[in-house]
């Protein structure tokens, strides 16, 4: 269990604080391991002290939080007004407690932090005491005009100064509210460019704030992909992503525009001497030089091998996992465009089917009929012959974006954390299996 204490604030710059031994103290939660901690503290702080509670930020204390013993600490506030404090814990006024009030230093530091760091430019919409009140009121207003009601109850999913996931309870249907900030900018402009040329599937967007790179959306009827056993909505997201992409067909460079990574960027010279460099430090010495040469001479031309076969470029999902499909008999909605893309529609497919791999087993008779779910629509609008050749393609293509996405990501960190290090380790192995075992079919054919 991680150990988080919580700064809980009211409107009156009060602190709830524990006093133990004449010294103040923090309430402290256990969150699982690797958990969002964020659903995990309001319900902590229900369960334990009866408050209701919307999470702001977590606050940063520098190399000490690195600690894996040291406490971690996240700034909320109430929600609910409650003028006596629950159990042994008590209001204490923010502006009198001094170093010396607490029994452990950093709870000072931390509070020093929540005071001071939303006055500081930059910091984010969301970080200060009475952001998620001004959210919800705006929700509230929102969610009027287009004839929902809410009825007071949430699900918080992610808070901090400038990212907020959270679900509204409403009649007729639950709204989610949701707000990006760097590195995640693009989600904002993709996901409503998305709403507005694909409208079938994506969840419908009721209101906009640029200034928080925030929107509201219905939510949607069904279940996502990860939530069910039912393989025929597989092939219903399958469908539906192919009609997807061959719906934005004509916007691709609206969303190129809009901030999608451009597919054939991972395949330019410097995209691949960078890869070749991130796979020479994090993949160790066995088959090292063989494998670099593989990769150097095997990814450029299966990507040109591509390049002949003239698929035309539409709208991809790097991160098309099948948490991110909402599925039902009706219709098929995908979600976090973070890592949208322009190019290769097959690539994300390959994802999805990996997904579907790890739910039914690499072996499961369904596979093959869900693969030509996903091809059929593409067999009426592009030769049959081009799309079987793509799709051959697709395993080994997607599989390499999406290690050099992770590379990405990981750096500099790959070479201070063994476990980053250890998936990259993987993904390089499989990515040099799949090469060499398309060289061996090519050489038998």
Known sequence: MDRWRIIV???????????????????????????????????????????????????????SALEDAEPRYYLAELTRPRALP???????????????????GCDFEAL????????????GPFGRPGAFREIAEWVERAARREGFALNGRFEQHQASSRFSLVRFDAAPRALWFKAVGEPN????????????????????????????????AEECAGSTLAETGDAGLWHEGARGLAQLQIASLPHAPTFLARGAHRWESFFLPPSLDRFLEVARKAGGEDGARSRLELFRAGIPETAGRLGTLRIPAALGHLDMNSGNVIASRERC???????AY????????????????????????????????????????????????????????????????????????????????????????????????????????
């Open 9 to 63: 604030v009211n409107g009156r710059r009060e602190v709830l604080v524990a006093a133990r031994g004449g010294l103040s103290a923090f309430p402290e939660l256990g969150v699982p391991e690797n958990a969002r901690p964020v659903p995990h503290l309001r319900r902590g702080l229900e369960l334990g002290w009866d408050l209701e509670s919307a999470c702001l930020r977590p606050i940063d204390l520098g190399a």
């Open 86 to 104: 629950p159990g042994e814990l008590r209001w204490a006024a923010a502006s009198v407690l001094t170093r010396e009030s607490f029994r452990d």
């Open 112 to 123: 020093a932090d929540a005071l001071a760091r939303p006055a500081l430019d930059g910091s």
């Open 185 to 216: 900018e693009r989600e904002f402009h993709l996901t409503r460019a998305a709403a507005l040329y694909c409208p079938r599937y994506v969840p419908r967007i009721l209101a906009s704030r640029p200034e928080w790179n925030a929107w509201l």
């Open 333 to 339: 909605a995908f979600l976090d465009w973070a890592e």
């Open 342 to 445: 322009v190019g290769f529609p097959f690539a994300t497919f390959a994802y999805l089917l990996e997904g579907f791999r790890s739910a039914f087993g690499r072996e499961s008779p369904d596979q093959a009929s869900l693969v030509e779910t996903y091809l059929k629509p593409w067999r009426a609008v592009l030769p049959s012959g081009a799309v079987s050749e793509a799709w051959a393609l697709a395993p080994v293509l997607a599989l390499y974006a999406y290690t050099a996405r992770c590379m990405a990501g990981a750096e500099p960190r790959y070479t201070l954390v063994p476990q980053v290090r250890s998936y990259l380790r993987a993904l390089l192995g499989r990515l040099e299996r799949d090469l060499r075992s398309r060289d061996a079919v090519e050489v038998r054919s």
